[in-house]
């Protein structure tokens, strides 16, 4: 999908004039949709989870924020830009998501049924090459344009509510895929509501670091494979999970257009680039790490203390290695 929408507005312009000069809104416009570190996506989502959920770690006050924001002409395009003064508004917004993180999509329950359902997907993958998924959207194309493949995942997404996914989809793909022996139980575990159990658990937090740095990936996937390693000879692939997740502060920082208006001694703004603007913006810089490993529950008694030892003593290591 994110490949048909850069094909389609990649380097476009939407031209309105504005004070008689033809001027590009198209950065204003993406900006207020997808960008970095606020959008209108994560504004809404913020205050909508965190009332469903129940928690109050996703509220933000959305009128100062609102103040802070200003369009900003540069070059013949029209940007979205944050007052300097506002900077305050923007760490309490970052403060909301990070502890909405944290606190409700990260949560133990919620990810042990997420790395439930991604083994079951791998399991499938590992059986069929051919994704069962993407076969099961594409088998609606007419041909092959691409508003033939968005109205195609329009009608799988509109048919597939939580219950039909996971009562009908998924068991026909385990019989399309043949891995009802493994992944039966599996989808069963989900639908009951019994989550695989977190046997370890380890958090960890990169504070201050520059607001350009991302997650490690290359340091998630060489800790998933040593903690692999250790529980491959006591458990059956199917079995066990090892989740690592991370958040990071400033996401896809170098992909937004944002601008942040500076103040000179003399009260006169500058306008710089966001990622140019680390002197300000440094201290609130987070990047978290959530390091947990789940077992199929009715098994965890064979999670011996000396596993999750060898387990502590590894993950310990590589923080070291990461800080």
Known sequence: MLKIIE??????????????????????????????PIDADRMDYLLRDGYFSGVKCGIYDYNRLFMSIVPVEEQGKLYLAYKESGIDSIAEFIGARSSLFSQVYYHKTNRAFATMLSTLCEIMQSKDPQNVIIADVTDRIVDHSDESFIDALKEFYL????????????GEWIDISDTEAVNKKILDDIINRHPWSKVYEA????????IADKENKAWKSQLTGLLTSVLQPH?????????????CAFKDLDKTEVKLLVK???NRYEIKPLIECGDKLNQYQIIKYCIRVFVDRDIKER???EIIYKINEIVVKQIELLN
């Open 159 to 170: 048919a597939c509510s939580d219950d039909y996914f996971l009562n009908d989809k998924v």
């Open 303 to 305: 999670v011996t203390p």
């Open 203 to 210: 958090k960890h937090s990169v504070y201050k670091a520059n």
């Open 264 to 266: 000179d001694l003399k």
């Open 235 to 247: 458990f059956k692939p199917h079995e066990f999970a090892v989740d690592i997740v991370s958040d």
């Open 7 to 36: 094909k389609r507005y990649g380097d476009q312009q939407i031209i309105e004039e504005i004070n008689g000069k033809a001027t590009d809104i198209l950065p204003l416009m993406t900006s207020i949709i997808s960008s970095c």
